[in-house]
Nanobody, 119 residues
């Protein structure tokens, strides 16, 4: 089995920063894409940032220039640095990884971590 464990959420003032982490453990051969999504109350889950195994990154327009995704393949971990947090950023943030195990490739999700921004 594979587990993704997130950490780093919390309450921060507008303009502040947070760093989210998501570590995968279990029977893992390799990990392709790693990404972060978020879901605010009453809204659909949306892509925040994605990192391919080749190193390319994709960002939602709303976070470009403020958020940075990075990954440590040796640790099976993905990070999201959130800077200049705005009132529209609060949500539950989820990580997702495309994990390869022997003969199988599937997506796994973290449990979610809450990000709250105070004005």
């Amino acid at each position: 089995q594979v587990q993704l464990v997130e950490s780093g959420g919390g309450l921060v003032q507008a303009g502040g920063s947070l760093r989210l982490s998501c570590a995968a453990s279990g029977s893992i051969f390799s990990i392709d894409a790693m990404g972060w999504y978020r879901q605010a109350p009453g809204k659909e889950r949306e892509l925040v940032a994605d990192s391919s195994s080749g190193g390319s990154t994709t960002y939602a327009e709303s976070v470009k220039g403020r958020f940075t995704i990075s990954r440590d393949n040796a640790k099976n971990t993905v990070y999201l640095q959130l800077n200049d947090l705005k009132p529209e950023d609060p949500a539950v943030y989820y990580c997702k990884m495309a994990v390869r195990r022997i003969g199988v490739r599937r997506d796994y999700w973290g449990q979610g971590t809450q990000v709250t921004v105070s004005s």
